[in-house]
């Protein structure tokens, strides 16, 4: 490098690094990398690019690494390692990614799009492997995604692997499913029909025969510090003190015997699963390198998962730890200099407080929203929206360049993770009313629709999750048995009216496909022995493309969801009011109405729905003050509304109005 670009670069550090041990930090760093250029046969202009972008993010990074590892002897030796390692990521890098990283930089709210519309699936589920699923791509198209989510598709242990959960490898897809190559020739062709990938990058722990656990079981005391490995009991059983059992009915206890170390190992979900320990900063580093591997594949969003989890300290329950989010936003960091358009999404279900902490535009920029999706469901159930409406006006609202993906369902269980005080606060009594919840989403409480099925029930404490898909859980499933029509009717409608909430209300909405054309639960998953004690299993039925055959046909119950499904998407596309997140929420007389207004841009759009199979009046004048206008458009229906008489809302009907 010449002097006069050192001396730029020096003047930048001097004026952009603020704290002044990150400065000298760098002082002594950016020198080192001259050797690493000449190395790499690095042009000035790259070397040029990448060190700016180094001093921009530096007082972050470097903070969050003290914070995290500034007591280690042999600290900054750990910071030179990070360092070149988001280098090597960046380097490693494809152009046309680099590309999109300086759009988005130029546009760093991208994501808060009414464009964007998502799917998730299971690769060997929806389409057998990824060379098949590139075939798909034109269905994606015609239901009008641009987003698609892809569960776990790296390399697993056999047998149970916890949906895909247990990594074997971050760098090898499963071969059942494909290659690495597989899965950048999908990300190029998503890329090019403008649609987003979007994959998981479990990061809380290894499978039990990954390359660091097969060294650490060998043995080697450099990889057993990659865990938490303990000689006895004394240490876990003081641990155990204050943990939770996340799968009580799998196992007990977060700690798990293992026969040829002699040793104890952390493992908070299943025993095969073998918790990483963070406070190695070695972990950091190669758990960064890993990461930014995922990312130089292609992806554009990345779902951390079991954010919660990530941190361990004696005397807590080692959730929701303030180190967790520290060490997220050093992720975030990294990947800010190193691969800058790619976004962090968040996976917490935990309680509504603690979701929303993991969002920033520092840490994580988009956050599953299962409080939505919970509340939502328990509208349905008690035909009453003031929790959920209470919850809307309290928690909805995010930092600025952040935003929601909403769901109704996923491959996950549905946990009834809404606020005590808030169900306080309307009258609403927390755990009788989870009770209710599990009775009623599993057939067992008289007059219910659903059929869902119990996952991981505690009898200890009454614990309860919910397995099922959307249209078994909204009464389809009933209905086909009974062969009631007008049954049928009722769940095609629940079916529409939340999907149109997920639509509307404000973020990312995203479909788990097959829902878009009303799959019902799967009970077949019991013959499978690896899943036959997870019921979740249920809610993950295999693609059945035959059903497609029916999508155009009138008559068709699975082709008028698909249909109405479709047309509300590209509805949305359509509406800049459904960007970004402003929501105002509207004060409606009856308990089953569910009203807002969003508006983005200068549009502006009046979303009302009725939670009940009863018919439902809505004050005109509402409308009016609301809409600024008198005569309306639902821009589902076509139906040309006016305000000179109160609008009437059918059972389980919604719409979205727009001023004419």
Not at 231 to 256: C, K
Not at 386 to 397: I, M, T, V, Y
């Amino acid at each position: 490098m010449n002097a006069m670009l050192t001396n730029a670069l020096m003047h930048a550090v001097r004026n952009g690094v603020k704290d002044s041990r990150a400065q000298s930090a760098l002082n002594r760093l950016l020198p080192k990398l001259e050797s690493f250029w000449e190395v790499e046969n690095v042009s000035q202009q790259e070397a040029d690019e990448i060190q700016m972008r180094i001093v921009q993010h530096w007082d972050d990074l470097f903070g969050y690494l003290v914070h995290l590892y500034g007591d280690q002897w042999d600290f900054f030796y750990h910071l030179e390692q990070i360092l070149h390692t988001i280098i090597r990521g960046w380097r490693m890098r494809p152009e046309p990614l680099k590309q999109d990283d300086e759009n988005r930089i130029n546009n760093p709210e991208w994501y808060q799009s009414e464009k964007l519309v998502g799917g998730a699936l299971y690769v060997d589920l929806f389409s057998e492997n990824l060379g098949e699923l590139r075939k798909q791509i034109p269905y994606f198209q015609d239901l009008g995604l641009s987003y698609l989510h892809l569960m776990p598709l790296f390399a697993v242990r056999p047998g149970n692997n916890d949906g895909g959960y247990a990594i074997s490898n971050y760098r090898s897809v499963d071969p059942r499913v494909g290659t690495i190559d597989d899965l950048r020739l999908l990300a190029d062709d998503l890329r090019e029909a403008g649609i987003l990938l979007v994959l998981d990058f479990v990061f809380n722990h290894t499978a039990d025969d990954h390359y660091w656990a097969q060294q650490a079981q060998s043995g080697n005391e450099e990889y057993q510090k990659y865990y938490f490995i303990f000689p006895d009991r004394e240490v876990p059983d003081q641990y155990e003190r204050t943990l939770r059992e996340i799968f009580p009915t799998v196992r007990r206890g977060n700690f798990t015997w293992h026969d040829g170390m002699q040793q104890w190992v952390w493992t908070t979900f299943n025993s095969f699963q073998w918790d990483l320990n963070y406070r190695n900063p070695e972990v950091f580093r190669a758990m960064l390198s890993e990461m930014l591997f995922i990312a130089n594949t292609g992806v554009d969003l990345l779902r951390l998962d079991a954010v919660a989890f990530i941190w361990k300290q004696m005397g807590t329950n080692c959730e929701n730890l303030p180190e967790a989010h520290t060490l997220i936003r050093a992720f975030n960091s990294c990947v800010r200099i190193a691969a800058p358009g790619l976004v962090f999404k968040s996976e917490a279900i935990v309680h509504p407080d603690d979701v929303v902490r993991y969002i920033s535009h520092k840490e994580c920029q988009t956050s599953y929203n299962p409080t939505l999706m919970a509340l939502m469901w328990e509208s349905l159930a008690t035909r009453d929206t003031k929790l959920l409406r209470r919850s809307l006006a309290r928690r909805h609202k995010l930092p600025e360049r952040t935003t929601w993906v909403n769901y109704l369902r996923c491959h996950d269980d549905i946990g009834w993770t809404f606020d005590d005080a808030d169900a306080a606060a309307v009258g609403i009594e927390a755990f009788g009313h989870r009770q209710f919840l599990n009775a009623f989403y599993t057939g067992q409480f008289e007059g219910s629709f659903a059929r869902g099925v119990p996952f991981q029930h505690n009898p200890d404490n009454g614990d309860m999750r919910i397995s099922g898909t959307l249209a078994s859980l909204a009464g389809l499933e009933q209905a086909i048995e009974a062969e009631s029509d007008d049954l049928k009717e009722l769940a095609i409608r629940r079916i529409l009216l939340l999907n149109a909430m997920m639509l509307s209300v404000g973020g990312i909405p995203l479909v788990y496909l097959g829902e878009e054309w009303g799959a019902l639960n799967d009970y077949d998953f019991v013959k499978d022995p690896a899943k036959a004690g997870d019921t979740r299993w249920v809610h993950r039925p295999k693609m059945q493309w035959k059903f497609l055959d029916e999508l155009g046909d009138d008559g068709s119950i699975r082709g008028r969801i698909y249909r109405s499904i479709r047309k509300l998407i590209a509805i949305r596309k359509m509406t800049p009011a459904f960007g970004g997140l402003d929501m105002e929420l509207l004060v409606l007389e009856s308990p089953h109405l569910l009203g807002y207004v969003r508006q983005h841009e200068g549009n502006r759009v009046i979303v009302v729905a009725n939670f009940c199979e009863h018919s439902q009046e809505i004050d005109s004048n509402r409308l009016r003050t609301a809409g600024m206008g008198r005569f309306f458009e639902d821009l589902y229906s076509g139906q040309t509304i006016t305000t000179s008489h109160p609008l009437t809302l059918g059972p389980y009907e919604f719409m979205w109005l727009h001023r004419v």
